[in-house]
């Protein structure tokens, strides 16, 4: 009877240990990526003559938006062919050469998160926005696993500090700023309701104009889970969801929006990435 007992009790442990390893691992992914090697062959390319290029780049590190990627693809390739844009999209860091990136008028960064480029493909793609060029991030690519300064500085101009455990995904009203670049407004709602999962960041984003922003009120912010218990705050009543600024020569634009594959459906949402692209090709 002692020996069953016994084995119950190492049985038990073993998996609490196994549970708690694991929840080790998944955080360590989220904050900081896993190493990966760093794809750096130039890609063949074939631009269309006349044709603006956007380089739609999915690569992840860290923890992977996976359905909303997969969403979001159909919808860059329809409004690239609505457009008149070529539209380039790869997971692959080798295309983050000089060389390439300045045949393209904007880069996204569609919820790429952790280590995606190298020192040298970072430093490149530095150097293409200050020079003229055009970053645009989607969620993911503002959470806290990218670990680089010059973008956390330019296109963020924050910190993420965590997002909502329960519930996960919260509806609201997102409200559009009318004293800003109205292409970036075209079309837009003066607000509309949307279920998203809502970053919180440390503070408003620092030189940057503001396009959307939600209620921080009007959600439950408190995003603390297991072990983390300082997570249980929010942006006040101005939280902002979309905003951009310029660098140099070049632009840069964040929306926090765009967790799930269903934002993909909502034709604002989907509305106000076409802007962006649009104010970023201008």
């Known amino acids: 009877m002692k020996k069953a007992v016994k084995i119950i009790l190492w049985s038990v442990l073993s998996l609490v240990l196994l549970v708690v390893l694991a929840g080790a691992v998944f955080f360590y992914k989220i904050q900081n ?22 380089l739609v780049f999915s690569k992840t590190t860290a ?30 860091g080798g295309v983050f050469n000089p060389e390439q990136l300045k045949r393209f008028k904007a880069v996204i960064f569609n919820n790429s998160t952790g280590r995606v480029l190298n020192d040298e493909q970072q430093q490149a793609l530095g150097q293409y926005v200050e020079a003229g060029g055009s970053l645009i991030g989607i969620h993911g690519a503002g959470d806290n696993s990218h670990h680089w300064s010059w ?31 109205t292409t970036l407004t075209h079309k837009l709602p003066q607000s509309w309701a949307l279920e998203d999962e809502w970053y919180v960041f440390f503070h408003q984003p ?53 967790h799930s594959a269903k934002v993909w459906q909502d034709a604002n949402f989907v509305e106000l990435v076409e802007n962006a692209l649009r104010w970023s090709l201008q």
């Open 63 to 92: 923890f992977r938006h996976g359905e909303s990627i997969e969403a979001s693809k159909p919808v860059f390739k329809q409004i690239g062919e609505q457009n008149g844009w070529f539209v380039y999209e790869t997971e692959e």
């Open 33 to 54: 990526g896993f190493p990966v090697s760093y794809e750096t062959e130039k890609p063949a390319i074939n631009f269309p003559a006349n044709q603006p290029a956007v």
């Open 151 to 181: 973008y956390e500085t330019n296109l963020l101009g924050t910190q993420f500090s965590h997002h909502p455990i329960e519930p996960h995904l919260q509806t609201t009203d997102v409200h559009v700023e009318t004293q800003v670049d």
């Open 206 to 258: 620092k030189g940057a104009k503001v396009v959307s922003y939600i209620n921080g009120d009007q959600i439950i912010p408190n995003g603390n889970i297991l072990w983390t218990k300082d997570k249980n705050f929010g942006m006040g009543k101005y939280h902002p969801v979309a905003w951009y600024r310029t660098v140099g020569k070049g632009k840069t634009f964040y929306t926090s929006m765009g």
